[in-house]
């Protein structure tokens, strides 16, 4: 039996379900998930198709094929799911994948392992990998599902009135790290919907 991506359990009750993202922008110790066992038959059988495809199977994310799809009744496979909340985030140490029967490993060390893989860190994980990637990004609609509208940004607020120097400045720090790296996330979306033009020189 061949090994499958993107599938996997609850650790806690041992519930199947297909991991939509397996990080989100800004919380890396978050994944995304859809339980299988109470989805009606129709799209049950339409996303274990779509897992066992090459699309499913060459997806960097399982939702960006999800997104490409449709279920039997038409609607978008990923939006239809969020439309109706069966988009689940969990902790990524609360699933275990399981890409053969009598093989599992908990997705927030497998996560560990793919980020030392592409030599960055798990919070990079959410974006995009470059030429390596087999197939290309989804270009987003900003106003449709994708890992950062459902998973919003908390506005940024204030140390407790009460901390010490060290502990307002390491708060800070944190804000900045967030903020810097959703930043870039937003870049990368901006250039993936409209690249910018590059300007030319006029010459006299």
Not at 12 to 28: D, I, M, N, Q
Not at 93 to 107: G, H
């Amino acid at each position: 039996m061949a090994e499958l991506k993107h599938v996997g359990r609850v650790r806690a009750t041992g519930k199947r379900c297909v991991v939509a993202y397996r990080t989100l922008p800004g919380e890396s110790s978050s994944c995304l998930i859809v339980p299988t066992e109470n989805l009606p038959d129709a799209y049950h059988d339409a996303i274990i198709n779509l897992v066992e495809s090459t699309a499913g199977q060459d997806s960097y994310e399982f939702a960006e094929a999800m997104a490409r799809t449709s279920f039997p009744d038409g609607s978008t496979m990923l939006a239809a799911l969020h439309s109706q909340g069966r988009l689940v985030k969990v902790p990524t140490n609360q699933i275990e994948m399981t890409p053969l029967p009598a093989v599992s490993i908990v997705l927030s060390e497998l996560n560990q392992i793919i980020a030392e893989q592409r030599g960055v860190v798990v919070d990079d994980l959410s974006i995009a990998p470059g030429p390596e990637r087999m197939n290309k990004p989804v270009q987003s609609d900003p106003a449709k599902t994708s890992s950062a509208s459902i998973n919003e940004v908390a506005p940024v607020t204030e140390p407790a009135s009460n901390a010490d120097p060290e502990t307002a400045a390491r708060f800070y720090r944190s804000q900045a790290d967030k903020l810097a790296k959703q930043a870039a996330e937003f870049r990368r979306k901006a250039e993936e919907l409209a690249p910018a033009k590059k300007k030319v020189k006029e010459t006299t």
